[in-house]
């Protein structure tokens, strides 16, 4: 395991850095401010006209895997539970049955390639249903939304593979804003971009471990059993999005609960077998704990609602579950990390909040990655 002090030393060190990222991670990531913009445009140039102009579907079929299905859970998330209309997340390649001309599909895959992409778009032509396609530049998805007469955003295929979170979800923030599902400047890119922006600047390789909010994330991830706690089902996309970073970037298995409906699980793990066993040991050296340990991460939603627990037997608002998750730390001595929590992140919007969060959990777990030296033992 490498000791926090040479990790340090690493993620500070810039040619280092450069050397152990050969995809270039960490500037497709700092570039997400510049991808949200250049994915608008991209957008705009599509036309999303010739399937909104019709007015709001009976519902949106969004197929989707991995950081697509991430950006459905968001706009899902947004919408929330008063929707005018049902949003339905699949992975393809068939549509649900019952998808019809009165729905919108639509189909978001970062290479426009494979079976799960491009056989659904000819499956909504021949039903005809309405279809939106997003990937990359002269790939089958774009030929099948040509043949459909589809709007079609067509990403660079400089796109880096795990990064391309905001190129898939913007046309989709574009589309609800065009049908009119969302509040007026609830789906503001121009916000959202600016904030990436704001975190790139805290967050980015040139500055310091001690006052870089990401790098010093990472570095307690290092010896940590990640257990992710949200606020709410947007919380819990951003909840999704950062344990699938840490997972697939840095090899980091993490739990992930959202609240309040799995509040149970999330004290029952916090308080169980893996949690430090002479908790009440508050000046216990540390240093002589052996193998991983817990280390709780929350995600907070100040706009979750205080209706999502109506699964529960006691109900109660996510706030409130998040709370007793926090006690059920503090009396096991589990440490706690705030994502995005620096900076006064109440003057933000929603969305440009929780893209803060997203931006500071993609740049913790490549800066694991990178630690680990994981990036370039990955490599064939």
Request: with cysteine; aromatic share 2%; proline share 8%.
């Amino acid at each position: 395991m490498t000791s926090p002090e040479l990790a340090e030393e690493v993620l500070d060190d810039l040619e280092l850095l450069r050397a152990r990222d050969p995809r270039g991670l960490l500037p497709a990531v700092a570039g997400a401010g510049a991808q949200v913009r250049e994915t608008a445009r991209l957008t705009e140039e599509a036309g999303l006209g010739r399937v909104t102009e019709g007015g709001r579907p009976r519902g949106l079929v969004i197929v989707a895997r991995r950081e697509g299905a991430v950006a459905a859970s968001v706009l899902r998330a947004l919408l929330g539970p008063s929707s005018p209309v049902t949003v339905d997340v699949v992975p393809g390649p068939a549509l649900p049955v019952w998808t019809g001309p009165s729905d919108i599909a639509v189909v978001v895959t970062r290479t426009g390639a494979g079976a799960y992409a491009v056989t659904p778009a000819y499956e909504a032509a021949r039903r005809g249903v309405s279809l939106v396609g997003i990937g990359a530049d002269d790939s089958p998805l774009r030929a099948a939304c040509s043949t459909a007469r589809a709007p079609y955003v067509a990403l660079p295929r400089s796109r880096v593979r795990h990064t391309t979170l905001w190129s898939l979800l913007t046309p989709m923030l574009r589309l609800a804003a065009d049908l009119r599902l969302l509040p007026e400047g609830a789906a503001d890119t121009e916000a959202v971009a600016a904030a990436l922006d704001e975190v790139a600047a805290e967050c980015g390789p040139a500055r310091e471990t001690v006052v870089n909010p990401a790098k010093t994330l990472a570095l307690e991830l290092l010896d940590a059993l990640p257990v992710i706690a949200a606020e709410g089902p947007l919380a819990g996309a951003a909840a999704t999005r950062a344990a699938d970073q840490l997972a697939t970037l840095a090899g980091l298995p993490a739990a992930g609960f959202r609240l309040p409906d799995q509040r149970v699980a999330a004290c029952a793990v916090l308080g169980g077998p893996l949690a430090p066993q002479d908790a009440e040991d508050f000046f216990r050296d540390r240093a002589d704990d052996t193998g991983r340990r817990l280390r709780l991460i929350t995600i907070r939603d100040a706009d979750a609602g205080a209706n999502g627990g109506a699964e529960e037997r006691e109900p109660r608002s996510a706030a409130e579950a998040m709370q007793q998750v926090l006690r059920t730390a503090a009396a096991h001595s589990v440490p706690v990390s705030g994502l995005a929590e620096h900076g006064e992140p109440e003057r933000f919007a929603r969305l440009p909040r929780v893209a803060r969060q997203l931006a500071v959990a993609d740049f913790s777990a490549v800066y694991l990655a990178l630690a680990l030296d994981h990036e370039r033992a990955a490599r064939p």
